[in-house]
C-alpha cells in the first residue's frame, strides 16, 4: 500500500495493508536533498526522514518496521571496462528495476554509490508470516539487481548481499536500523548460498572485532612492526629440504594482538592489502636473495608467498613483481605466487592473463587450499600451475578417519596425473606423514618439523 505517490518517499507496508492515512502527515517528500539526483530516488537522508516521519504517524503503532540494504558487486569493474557513463547507466537501470519489481508497496532509496535500499512496514503479529513477506522481498529485490542486462552494447551482470533489520516501529532510530542492515550485509558477503542475512546483536561483537584489527593492521604498518618469517617444506620420502613457505608474523608477538591471519583479512576488507601484499612481495624476495647467497636456496627450490585475489586483480600486479624480481636480481624461478581455489575463481578470466604472464617469465603458481573451494578441475588445463597444497583439515584427520584419507588420495592423484607437485599443510604427527608417504604426496610443512623462523634461524638450521 503505498502513501505518496512521489517516486522514492513512498511509506508503504507489506501484507495486509490497513485504511489510507493523509500523506500531510510527512514532510514534503521532493525536497533536493531527501532525492539521490542520478536515480531519483530517495537519498540516505530522504529514507531516514520518511522512516522516522511514518514512524510516529498513529498508524502504524504496533507494527514491524523492515529495512533492507543490499550492496552491488562487480560494478567497479564495469565502471573500469565501459567507463562512468556506462557505470551510473547501470545505476539508473537498476533503480528503474526496483521500481518495477519491488517498488510497489515500499519505500527505495540510494543510500550510497553502489548500496540500495528498501523499508517496509509489516503488520503481520505472527512471526513465520513476516518471515514470508521478508524473504519474497528479499527475492524480488535480488533478482531486480542481478538478472542480467544490456549494456554498452554488451551483456553484464553483476551480484548483490543483503542483509535485513527489522524493529518495533517507533522503537529504533532509522540511522540505528541502518547501521544494521549495514552490518547484517557485510556478513551475507561471507555466506554463500543464502538469500540474505538478517541482523542479531551478535554481529555486533564481530563487527567491533574487524574494526580493531583494521586499526592495528594500520598500527602495524605505520611502525613496520610486521616481519616475514618461513616455514621449512620438506621431501616426505627424504626429509630432506625442498624450499619454504613466507609467512607474515609479527616481529614482537603479543597474545593480545590479532593474529597475522586476521591482519590479512582486515586488509582485504578496508582495501590496504595491495599494498601489504607488495610489502610482503618485496620482504619474501629479499629473504629468498639472501638464502640464494647463502646457498640454502638451491635452483630446484623456491620460496613461496601468499597473494591475494585483490592483488592479481591489480592492474600493476605483474609489473610491480618483475620491477621487484630485477631490482634484487633474483630469478623468477626462485619465487612461487600461491593463490587460493576461491581467489582464483573471484575473477579467473583476469587471473589466467596476468599468471599466464608470470608463467612465461618462470614464476611459479601453486593452488593453496586446494579441495575447499570451487573445486573445478577445469582451471588446473586453463591455468598455468605447477603445485597443488592439501589443505590442513584434510591432513589433520588423515591419520584417524578413513574419509579424509580418500579425499587426500583423490587430490594427489589428480596431481600426479597431470603432472603437478603435491605439498601438505599442517602436518603436525608422524603417523600423518606416514600416510602420506603411503599416498605418494611430495612434499610438506607443518609443526612435525618447524613452525615459521626468522631467517636467521632458518639459515643457521639449513644452512651448510
Known amino acids: 500500500m503505498t502513501d505518496s505517490a512521489s517516486r522514492g518517499a513512498t511509506v508503504a507496508t507489506i501484507g495486509p495493508s490497513p485504511s489510507p492515512a493523509p500523506s500531510a502527515g510527512l514532510d514534503d517528500p ?9 536515480t531519483s530516488l530517495c537519498s540516505r537522508v530522504g529514507l531516514l526522514a520518511t522512516i522516522r516521519e511514518a514512524a510516529n504517524l498513529p498508524r502504524y503503532q504496533g507494527y514491524r518496521s523492515v529495512l533492507m540494504i543490499a550492496k552491488v558487486r562487480g560494478f567497479r569493474q564495469i565502471n573500469d571496462w565501459l567507463g562512468t557513463t556506462v557505470g551510473d547507466e547501470l545505476l539508473t537501470i537498476l533503480a528503474r528495476r526496483l521500481e518495477e519489481r519491488v517498488g510497489f508497496g515500499v519505500t527505495l532509496a540510494r543510500t550510497a554509490g553502489t548500496e540500495f535500499a528498501v523499508h517496509a512496514f509489516c503488520r503481520d503479529t505472527r512471526p513465520s508470516r513476516t518471515t514470508d513477506h521478508i524473504g519474497r522481498l528479499a527475492d524480488d529485490l535480488l533478482k531486480a539487481l542481478e538478472d542480467p542486462l544490456s549494456l554498452g ?26 547501521r544494521r542492515a549495514s552490518v547484517a550485509s557485510a556478513r551475507h558477503l561471507h555466506r554463500c548460498g543464502v538469500g540474505f542475512q538478517t541482523y542479531d546483536p551478535g554481529m555486533d561483537v564481530a563487527s567491533r572485532r574487524e574494526v580493531e584489527a583494521d586499526s592495528e593492521l594500520l598500527e602495524a604498518l605505520e611502525q613496520r612492526a610486521l616481519a616475514i618469517h618461513l616455514q621449512p617444506r620438506l621431501d616426505v620420502a627424504t626429509g630432506a629440504l625442498r624450499g619454504a613457505e613466507a609467512l607474515l608474523r609479527w616481529k614482537d608477538p603479543d597474545p593480545d594482538k590479532a593474529l597475522p591471519a586476521r591482519l590479512v583479512e582486515a586488509a582485504e576488507r578496508n582495501g590496504t592489502i595491495v599494498t601489504l601484499g607488495r610489502w610482503v612481495l618485496a620482504e619474501t624476495i629479499d629473504h629468498a636473495v639472501a638464502l640464494v647467497r647463502a646457498g640454502v636456496l638451491r635452483d630446484d627450490m623456491s620460496l613461496s608467498v601468499n597473494v591475494s585475489s585483490q592483488q592479481v586483480q591489480d592492474p600493476r600486479f605483474v609489473s610491480d613483481l618483475v620491477a621487484l624480481l630485477e631490482r634484487a636480481g633474483l630469478s623468477p624461478r626462485a619465487l612461487t605466487v600461491e593463490l587460493t581455489e576461491t581467489g582464483l575463481m573471484t575473477d579467473l578470466g583476469r587471473a589466467r592473463q596476468r599468471l599466464k604472464a608470470l608463467s612465461s617469465i618462470g614464476v611459479a603458481l601453486s593452488i593453496d587450499d586446494f579441495g575447499t573451494g570451487y573445486s573445478s578441475l577445469a582451471y588446473l588445463r586453463e591455468l598455468p600451475v605447477q603445485e597443488l597444497k592439501l589443505d590442513r583439515r584434510f591432513v589433520a584427520d588423515l591419520d584417524r578417519h578413513p574419509e579424509a584419507e580418500v579425499i587426500a588420495r583423490a587430490v594427489i592423484d589428480i596431481a600426479r596425473g597431470t603432472g603437478l607437485t603435491t605439498v601438505a599443510e599442517g602436518v603436525e604427527r608422524p603417523s600423518q606423514l606416514s600416510v602420506l608417504r603411503g599416498l605418494g604426496c611430495d612434499q610438506y610443512q607443518g609443526y612435525l618439523t618447524s613452525t615459521a623462523i626468522p631467517l636467521t634461524e632458518f639459515m643457521s638450521r639449513y644452512g651448510r
Open 30 to 38: 521532493g525536497s533536493p536533498d531527501r532525492t539521490d539526483p542520478l
Open 153 to 178: 552494447g554488451r551483456t553484464v551482470q553483476v551480484s548483490a548481499h543483503l542483509g535485513v533489520a527489522t524493529a518495533d516501529a517507533g522503537t529504533v532510530e532509522p540511522e540505528e536500523l541502518l
